[in-house]
Every structure is written in C-alpha cells, then in structure tokens.
C-alpha cells in the first residue's frame, strides 16, 4: 500500500512520532513497510530485521605525547544470505552502536537493490581524527584489524572507506591483515590502485549519484541546461556529484561542509571551487560568493538538492522548509522518517539513499571481482558497468513505485527486501517451513 494521503494535522503528528525512532528503528520501519507491501508472515520480518553479529573491540592506542588513549571500535554484520557482509569503516566522534547497525542494514538493501553478491556490515572507531596525527590514525587502524582477527575476511566481512577513511587507510588495513593472514587484496576495498584497488572507485559514489539524479529528471522532465542544485557536503560524494552534473549542464548555486556554506546565484565554478577546498581545507570565503550556513542551504529555492554529508539533517522540523523539486540522497540516511514523510505529502521526488549512493558499494564489488581474478579492468569498463547497474537498479524503482504509487524509498526498499527474503527461502527452507510438532 502507499503511504496514505493525510491532513496536514495528521501528518505533523505521525511525522513527529516517527522522527522520536532511533536511527536503527527509522531503517527498520522502511523495511517493515516495504514488507507489509510484500505481503511477508510475521517470521519473515523478524528474521530480515534481526542483526547476524555485533563486535565490539577497545582499542588501547599509544599517542604522540607518550599517553595511552583507549577508542571504542564497532563492526556490525547485519545478513549474509546473498554474499559477504560489505560495507565502510568511518572514523567519528558520534559513532555508536546504534548507528552502526542502521548503516549495516542499510548496506543490506543497498547491495540487494543492485543486484550484486553481498550482504551488509558496518563499522567505525568512535575517535576524531581532525585532532590526531597520522600516526596515531594509523596504530589505530592496525590495532583494530587485530581485535576484530577472524570476524573479517575476504570471503567473510570486506570492509571499505567511509567518513574520514580513504585510500590510505585501506592501505593500513590491507597491510595489518597481510601481516596477520597472508597477503589477501580482496579483504578491503577502496584500496590505493598500486595496492590492487579499481580506476574509478574514488569518484565512484559521486557518479552513482549524479547517474541516479539525471535519471529521475528525465523522469520528471527537468533539462540539465538551467536547472539548479545545491550540495550540503563538499567532501568525496559531494565533490564529485557536483562536479559531474555540473559538467553535463546544471547550475551548481550552493555547496557546504562542516564549516559553512557558499552560494551564488549564476552557479558556482566547480573546478575551481575543489580547487579553492583544496588549498584551503575549506568551500567558505570562495571569491564570488555569499556566506550561508548549512541549514539555509538546504532550504534554498533550487530545483535539485543533494545532501551528501551525514545523517538526519532533514527532518518534520525543516521539511516544510525544503523547496526542491528533487533530493538525491549522496549521504547515508540524510532525512529522518518524519522528514520522509512530509516531503512526500509535499509531492517531493526523494531518491532514496539505498539507490542514489549505492554507486561505491558497486565499483567496491568490481575490485572485489578483480583482485579475486588477478585481473584488472580499464576506466571504460568500470563507468559502464556502474551506469548500467545503477540504471537498471534505477528504473526497476522507478517501475514498481509508478505501478504502486508509491514513493521510490518504498519501492526501493520493496525491491531489496524480496530478493533476500527469497534468497533465505531458497538457502534455509527448513527455517521458513518449519517441521510440524507430534
């Protein structure tokens, strides 16, 4: 069934009810709902919304000032039916064990929705690595590949970048595990190419999202020529989103990160504006531009807004606010349950983020495939292989929700949790046609 159209009266209510769930409870309400439309038993919701593992490890670590500190390390293995669990390593301040698992289950849909052989984990280090060095940065690393030991492996758990781990940090991880186990490629990914990491996995998310956001204009008859964006996170997504849809037409009016905004009517200059975060650390004081902070920009008058930092930045308190026609979401769980509902009483177009930034997860699993065959793929083969996969992902979305009415979160999440449910049938029939009692 839709989500019921309601009074305005009705809808604040149940969208601020919605927005008192806890990150992991907003995951599972979307898989509930998409599991009512399937017509699923009440076993079956409870085996697909129940975690597989949850490890967590402290991590004593010996800093720069001769002191010991002790960080607080998570890794949540959310389902393995359909392959590996997969999913990012973030390093973070607010990382907890709920968010953990909320970005767990996440993966989960998201690798289902793509159709590709993987299941879904989570981990970060509860730490802020803007205040350590990199040597600091990296003992941690290390010290947390050895507390986890045999909970990851290349055919068991491959973890990949995340918020404020990148390429050389996988590249510590490869290297602890190889020390460990053996010299194995396939145990992360995102890794440094000359480390057996894929051509394009940097930018890799980015593209997904720009594919996914240029899709659902056609669908909406929106040209790329005039059209505006704003960007609420100028990091890794963000940068590369903006760079892309920039690059095929649409005017990039605003971008932002942690330490504030910059917007410009006429559309920014993007290459310069990744050159300007560069040198300076920053997207503010970008010459030609105003200030603005990061809740304006998300409530700008602009056709498209991708908000591609962290989560729950759009929630039943600014939705209202929100004028875009279209959200793309570049960021993992960006708008609260609240949020979701009331842009889609408003007749918002939200792409939802198991779809819109599944992009990485997607190249993750090209890298994955190339290391596990020693053999490596060129640029062309892998911007084809993820424009095909996100379309198809794309347009089967696009299709149920039409035929549902429905929006594209419900669809999405429809999509992903039939293709597991039917995995478990088929791989654990005793579980799902238990034996009769004598």
């Known amino acids: 069934m839709a989500l019921p159209k309601t009074t305005m009266l009705q809808t604040k209510s149940l969208a601020a009810d ?4 806890s990150t992991y409870e907003a995951v ?3 898989v509930l709902t998409a599991s009512d439309q399937a017509g699923l038993t009440d076993y079956e919701k409870k085996i697909i919304t129940t975690l597989h593992r949850e ?4 991590l004593p670590i010996l800093m720069d000032t001769g002191k010991w500190e002790v960080f607080t390390g998570f ?7 359909r392959g590996p669990f997969k999913g990012g390593i973030r390093y973070h301040p607010t990382v907890n064990q709920d968010e953990v698992r909320a970005l767990a289950a996440l993966m989960t849909w998201k690798t289902s929705l793509v159709d590709i052989p993987f299941g879904g984990g989570k981990g970060g280090i509860e730490c802020d690595p803007t205040q350590m060095s990199d040597g600091e940065i990296q003992r941690m690393t290390r010290q947390f590949v050895r507390r986890l030991g045999s909970v990851i492996g290349p055919h068991t758990d491959i973890p990949a970048p995340d918020v404020n781990t990148d390429a050389r940090v996988m590249a510590w991880f490869l290297d602890e595990y190889a020390i460990l186990n053996g010299h194995e490629p396939g145990i992360v990914t995102g890794k440094p190419v000359a480390l057996g990491g894929s051509v394009g996995r940097e930018d890799a ?27 609420q996170g100028f990091g890794n997504v963000g940068s590369f989103a903006a760079l892309l849809l920039h690059e095929r037409g649409l005017r990039i009016v605003a971008a932002s990160d942690a330490f504030g905004a910059v917007y410009d009517p006429r559309g920014l200059d993007i290459p310069k504006l990744i050159e300007h975060r560069k040198n300076t650390r920053s997207v503010i004081e970008f010459p030609q531009s105003e200030p603005l902070s990061n809740a ?7 056709d498209v807004l991708l908000p591609c930092a962290l989560d729950n930045v759009i929630t039943v308190e600014n939705a209202p606010r929100v004028k875009a026609k279209l959200i793309a979401e570049g960021a993992n769980s960006p708008i609260t349950a609240g949020g979701d509902l009331v842009l889609w009483e408003k007749g918002v177009t939200v792409v939802p983020d198991i779809l819109a930034n599944a992009g990485g997860v997607i190249v993750s699993y090209f890298e994955w495939v190339q290391n596990l065959g020693s053999f490596y793929w060129r ?10 996969l996100m379309s198809r992902a794309f347009e089967q979305t696009w299709e149920l929700a039409r035929v549902h009415k429905t929006s594209l ?30």
């Not at 919605?18 to 769930?21: S, Y």
């Not at 490890?55 to 402290?58: A, G, K, M």
């Not at 998310?205 to 960007?231: Q, S, W, Y």
């Open 18 to 21: 919605l927005d008192k769930l």
């Open 28 to 30: 599972n309400h979307h």
């Open 55 to 58: 490890v967590r490890v402290e």
């Open 75 to 81: 890794r949540c293995q959310h389902d393995n039916t």
């Open 205 to 231: 998310t980015g593209r997904g999202v720009m594919i996914a956001t240029l899709a659902a204009m056609a669908k909406l008859d929106m040209l790329p020529e005039g059209t505006t964006c704003a960007v």
């Open 296 to 302: 304006e920009l998300l409530e700008l008058e602009v």
């Open 379 to 388: 640029r062309s083969r892998v911007e084809a292989e993820l424009g095909e």
């Open 409 to 438: 979160r419900q669809a999405a999440f429809r999509i992903a949790v039939e293709r597991v449910v039917e995995a478990k049938r088929l791989r654990w029939m005793q579980y799902f046609e238990p034996a009769k009692r004598h």
